[in-house]
């Protein structure tokens, strides 16, 4: 069972690049998240997606745009990269909100 | 403010040595209160949900337990395989997950 895929694993950006982060999950679920870890920090949400067709921004939507092109996948775009958004980034799917969250294994992302 | 506040930030125990983590939250219309275990370099896996006050869930060697303003993790004579980061969370009225920055557990063999 695959549960929540994202790719890639590691990454390194210099300021000012662009990148997608990939987010793919194969058990029906209607809603889906992306969040962002930094040390000492409880995770912060980015944008979530409540059902198909459906986005919005959550805590620190700044510098990032979602697609969730289909029910399956939910990709996060980082138009211009700045050293700020060095974090591990991780994308979560659930069946419906306010129920248990399941978590891809992150990528970590450095933008020097 | 909605707030979730998780203590101690770390915890050292012996193996077999009991303990307890704290989840302290104020948040306006609590929809419940979800643990999550986190290992390095991994996403965080879910564990336990509580909705209402005087509910309880166990798994293993863990209890969770909810009061009106905190939620205990109750580890009983933990193993070395139980270290881990453990995260709390509370979904409000809106249904805004709210995150606490987690308890790191560590137990020595």
């Known amino acids: 069972n695959a549960g929540v895929t994202q790719t890639p694993k590691f990454q390194v950006l210099k300021t000012g690049q662009s990148m997608t982060l990939q987010c793919a999950q194969d058990?029906?679920?209607?809603?889906m998240y992306w969040y962002r870890q930094d040390p000492g920090m409880g995770l912060r949400l980015i944008y979530y997606?409540?059902?198909?067709?459906?986005?919005d921004k959550g805590e620190v939507p700044n510098g990032y745009n979602v697609s969730r092109l289909n029910k399956r996948e939910f990709s996060l775009r980082l138009e211009s990269a700045a050293p700020s958004q060095t974090s591990v980034y991780f994308c979560?799917?659930?069946?419906?909100?306010?129920?248990?969250?399941?978590f891809g294994s992150g990528t970590q992302l450095s933008v020097l | 403010e909605d707030q979730v506040t998780q203590s101690p930030e770390a915890l050292r125990l012996q193996e077999g040595e009991s303990s307890s983590l704290n989840c302290s939250y104020t948040?306006?219309?609590?929809?419940?209160l979800f643990w999550y275990r986190q290992d390095p370099g991994k996403g965080p896996e879910f564990l336990f949900t509580?909705?209402?006050?005087?509910e309880e869930k166990e798994k293993e060697r863990l209890k969770a337990t909810l009061t009106k303003k905190e939620s205990f993790l109750h580890i009983t004579a933990p193993k070395p395989e139980d270290s881990a980061t453990y995260l709390c969370?509370?979904?409000?009225?809106?249904?805004?997950?709210?995150w606490g920055a987690g308890t790191k557990l560590i137990i020595k063999p």
């Open positions: 979560a799917s659930s069946r419906q909100q306010n129920e248990k969250l399941f």
């Open positions: 058990m029906n679920h209607n809603s």
């Open positions: 997606s409540a059902s198909e067709g459906t986005t």
């Open positions: 948040v306006s219309g609590l929809r419940g």
């Open positions: 509580l909705y209402s006050a005087g």
């Open positions: 969370a509370v979904t409000d009225s809106n249904y805004q997950l709210i």
